[in-house]
C-alpha cells in the first residue's frame, strides 16, 4: 500500500493547526514531525510506503525586491528542515514541482504588474504516479492525501484498474466529488495532529 500526499497543502493544515493552538509562534518555525505516525493513526494501520509531493524553491535570475527575497530564501530554510525530517522517517520525498516567482497580469486601474510565488507541476506528477501505480504495478491499494479535484482522472484510471483508494482528509476538507470517486474516506483531525506533535516535543 503506498501513501500520495500533496505534500505543501498537507503541512499547511499541520502549521496551521499548530499555530491556532500556540504550539509553535510562526508559520515558518522550524519544528519535528512524524507524518508517519499520523497517518498510521488516522488509518488504524502501519502504512508501508509514503511518498511525499512539494517543490523545488527555485530563485529567480531577475532583481526582485530584498524582502520577496528574504522570505524565499527563509521558505528554503524551513522547506530543506522539513524534508530532511521527513526523509528520516522513510517517507520518500518528491520533487515534483518548482516555487517561483511569478509576474501577474497588469492591474485593470493602476496598470502595474505585481510579484507573487507560485507553485507548478506538483499535481501533475502526483497524478501521473497514482496512475503508473494502478496500472503498470497493479497495486491493490492506494491512499490519496489532496482534496484538489484535479487528482480525479487519475483517480478514475486507478477505480478501472481495481485498485483501491482510501481519500484520506484533513476533517474540515471533505471533497465531496474525490470521497464519491473513493472506495473509503478517512479524516485526520486537529487532535491527531496536535498529539503526533506532543509526542515528539511535548
Not at 508559520?27 to 488516522?42: H, K, N, Y
Not at 502595474?112 to 504516479?129: C, F, P
Request: aromatic share 6%; net charge negative; charged share 25%.
Amino acid at each position: 500500500m503506498r501513501t500520495f500526499i500533496d505534500g505543501e497543502n498537507f503541512r499547511h493544515r499541520i502549521v496551521d493547526v499548530l499555530l491556532e493552538a500556540g504550539l509553535i509562534g510562526t508559520s515558518e518555525q522550524p519544528f519535528e514531525f512524524d507524518i508517519r505516525t499520523l497517518i498510521d493513526g488516522a488509518v488504524g494501520r502501519p502504512v508501508q510506503e509514503i511518498n511525499y509531493y512539494t517543490s523545488h524553491v527555485q530563485l529567480p535570475t531577475f532583481d526582485i525586491p530584498d524582502e520577496l527575497r528574504e522570505r524565499i530564501e527563509s521558505i528554503k530554510q524551513t522547506s530543506q528542515y522539513w524534508t530532511e525530517g521527513l526523509t528520516r522517517r522513510q517517507v520518500q520525498v518528491i520533487e515534483g514541482g518548482i516555487l517561483k516567482v511569478h509576474t501577474s497580469a497588469r492591474c485593470m486601474h493602476c496598470h502595474k504588474s505585481t510579484l507573487t510565488l507560485q507553485e507548478k507541476g506538483v499535481d501533475v506528477r502526483l497524478a501521473t504516479d497514482i496512475v503508473l501505480a494502478a496500472t503498470l504495478e497493479e497495486m491493490d491499494e492506494i491512499i490519496v492525501a489532496s482534496s484538489d479535484t484535479d487528482m480525479l482522472p487519475a483517480l478514475d484510471v486507478a477505480k478501472r484498474a481495481n485498485t483501491k483508494i482510501i481519500y484520506l482528509h484533513f476533517e474540515d476538507e471533505l471533497n465531496h466529488a474525490i470521497a464519491a470517486m473513493a472506495d473509503e474516506s478517512i479524516a485526520y483531525t486537529r487532535q491527531h495532529i496536535i498529539d503526533c506533535f506532543n509526542s515528539q516535543n511535548g
